[in-house]
């Protein structure tokens, strides 16, 4: 986990849809939206020069092998690895979305896949890190230990920042990694069933 998150913008999540829109309007680019794999571009929430801002930003680091991209980060190791502990010191984000998924793992021929989202509110945000590559933005999420919502399908799970935490994870270092040793940033999840969705090419 993180493999794959949900970015739907019905016309009754106003959140994204007003997110989607200020970027594509201001950028005249196209985000994806629906199910999102890696490599796709979204919306992120930012601070840049003391201003909290949208950008899009693709989802991945480019991989120090030369090929393909590194998704999700280790929360409780990230300050010691070298790709990421500057931009946990500096790069964080947020990342919109209206769900993530994950397949269940009992019976690899016929896995189920599910749509975990918080109870209370159509839009989870995940904590992410970021940094310019080539020109261009991109993004990891950051993971932690699953809790009780989901620890039976998968071991991991995106950490989670409601509102009432956004200043702190995007403008105080030690309160950003209180954050990430805190359950706050491991809420309860509903899951429902959710269409299998072929793989991209």
């Not at 571009?41 to 003391?50: Q, T, Y």
């Not at 590194?70 to 929360?75: E, F, G």
């Not at 399908?153 to 954050?179: G, Q, S």
Request: glycine share 4%; charged share 30%.
């Amino acid at each position: 986990m993180c493999g794959r998150f949900a970015l739907f913008d019905e016309k009754e999540i106003k959140e994204i849809n007003e997110i989607i829109e200020e970027i594509e309007q201001r950028k005249n680019i196209t985000i994806n939206r629906g199910e999102i794999f890696p490599t796709d571009l979204v919306p992120a929430v930012a601070k840049e020069s003391n201003h909290q801002i949208v950008d899009a930003m693709i989802w991945g680091f480019p991989h120090f092998k030369g090929s393909g991209v590194i998704i999700n980060a280790r929360s409780e190791t990230a300050h010691e690895k070298p790709m990421f502990h500057k931009h946990l010191a500096s790069k964080r984000c947020l990342i919109p979305s209206t769900g993530f998924y994950e397949w269940s793992k009992k019976d690899p021929k016929n896995r189920t896949k599910y749509l975990f989202q918080l109870p209370d509110t159509p839009v989870l945000y995940m904590a992410g890190l970021y940094n310019e590559f080539y020109g261009k933005k991109r993004f990891v999420i950051l993971t932690t230990n699953a809790n009780d919502s989901l620890k039976d399908i998968h071991d991991r799970m995106p950490v989670i920042v409601r509102k009432e935490y956004f200043d702190d994870w995007l403008n105080d270092m030690d309160r950003a990694r209180a954050l990430l040793q805190s359950d706050v940033s491991r809420p309860l999840l509903v899951r429902r069933e959710a269409v299998v969705i072929g793989e991209k090419a």
